[in-house]
């Protein structure tokens, strides 16, 4: 689904990622990992759109893309449920949820039945306003307004910040389910180390800005992959 061959990022005229190539691919959880600062957060920004590449090849689903922004790249299929959720705090749970229409045909402007399946809560919500959720609530309902825009490659990043144990077991469920049933690719950036390690398919491990480990579950040992991610 993804495809990434020497990525490379900038913030001003600090190199934050070089040479980043990875895949992630479809039915599959491709997991990032690495210790705070290693460029992590800025990989899913340049994937996204949300922040330029400065050089790097890009493939989407066999296509392949130049430098998009992020509202372009939504289009294309990628959403991204940023570090912190960034839902609206004043619009309510349903017209959060209704945001994602932005993306789609008029013919899709609905909230499917399996958002609600996936995340009770937010049906019992649905006119409450975002800022009056808990924070593991409003983690749900950014993950259920990124799903409204029926991705192809879905971003999460640290989806289990600040969450309490029992949100972090739904939102791993609703991954599990993802991947299985939908058929997109996830991306998922994560320091919670189990968490991580149970649901990846794959793993890329960054150390300053570079990739350390690229490999698949069956070729990365958990020893290795902690020593990596470790400080």
Not at 21 to 26: C, L, P, V
Not at 116 to 124: A, I, R, Y
Not at 152 to 178: F, K, S, Y
Request: charged content about 20%.
């Amino acid at each position: 689904m993804l495809k990434l061959t020497d990525l490379t990022l900038h913030y001003g005229h600090s190199q934050i990622l070089n040479g980043v190539s990875m895949e992630a691919r479809q039915g599959e959880v491709t997991c990032v990992m690495g210790t705070n600062g290693v460029g992590k957060t800025s990989l899913m920004k340049a994937i996204s759109g949300t922040h330029p590449r400065s050089a790097g090849n890009l493939e989407l689903d066999g296509e392949t893309l130049g430098v998009l922004p992020a509202h372009q790249m939504a289009w294309k299929g990628v959403t991204y449920v940023p570090q912190g959720r960034e839902i609206f705090p004043l619009l309510t749970v349903r017209e959060n949820l209704e945001t994602g229409y932005a993306c789609l045909p008029a013919s899709e402007h609905f909230i499917p039945n399996e958002i609600f399946d996936m995340f009770p809560v937010l049906k019992q919500m649905q006119n409450r306003r975002g800022g009056d959720l808990s924070g593991g609530q409003q983690q749900q309902l950014a993950i259920a307004r990124a799903l409204i825009t029926r991705p192809r490659l879905l971003l999460l990043d640290e989806p289990t910040e600040g969450i309490q144990p029992n949100i972090i077991q739904q939102i791993g469920e609703v991954i599990r389910h993802l991947r299985t049933k939908s058929g997109m690719a996830i991306i998922l950036v994560e320091q919670y180390f189990d968490f991580a390690y149970d649901l990846a398919d794959r793993f890329i491990a960054l150390r300053r800005g570079e990739v350390l480990i690229n490999g698949t579950r069956e070729n990365v040992t958990r020893d290795r992959l902690l020593q990596a991610v470790t400080v």
